[in-house]
């Protein structure tokens, strides 16, 4: 009965700054802090990159590749995953998935195959 439910894409020009969410519902807050959270990101055509993982309590993993440029975080209280992305580029153009999993092994690796929850993805577009 979970579901994740993404917001904050769209249109930017490179260079800027994205948040993403991710709001959780049909769980309680006990349930919410137990799960391991993630992002995700597609291209059409291409594989389901691994964007960071993050802990229940709060420790964090992130793909080398994107530089430092995207941050996770979550708060508990509010049942909200966030994404903050700085400094876009053309080749973040990507949906992007959130996705959440029950299993203690979070934060390595940052696999889609763990994860059996998702949400439906939000577009994101940089354009030069």
């Known amino acids: 009965q979970v579901q994740l439910q993404e917001s904050g894409g769209g249109s930017v020009q490179a260079g800027g700054s994205l948040r993403l969410s991710c709001a959780a519902s049909?769980?309680?807050?006990?349930?919410?802090?137990?799960?391991?959270l993630a992002w995700f990101r597609q291209v059409p055509g291409k594989e389901r990159e691994g964007i960071a993982a993050?802990?229940?309590?709060?420790?964090?993993r992130s793909t080398d590749s994107l530089k430092g440029r995207f941050t996770i975080s979550r708060d508990n209280d509010k049942y909200i995953l966030y994404l903050e992305m700085n400094n876009l580029k053309p080749e973040d153009t990507a949906m992007y998935y959130c996705?959440?999993?029950?299993?203690?092994?979070?934060?390595?690796?940052?696999?889609?195959?763990?994860?059996?929850?998702w949400g439906q993805g939000t577009q994101v577009t940089v354009s030069t």
């Open positions: 993050i802990d229940t309590d709060g420790s964090a």
């Open positions: 049909g769980i309680d807050l006990r349930y919410y802090r137990s799960l391991c």
């Open positions: 996705a959440a999993s029950a299993r203690r092994d979070c934060l390595q690796p940052i696999i889609s195959s763990k994860y059996n929850i």
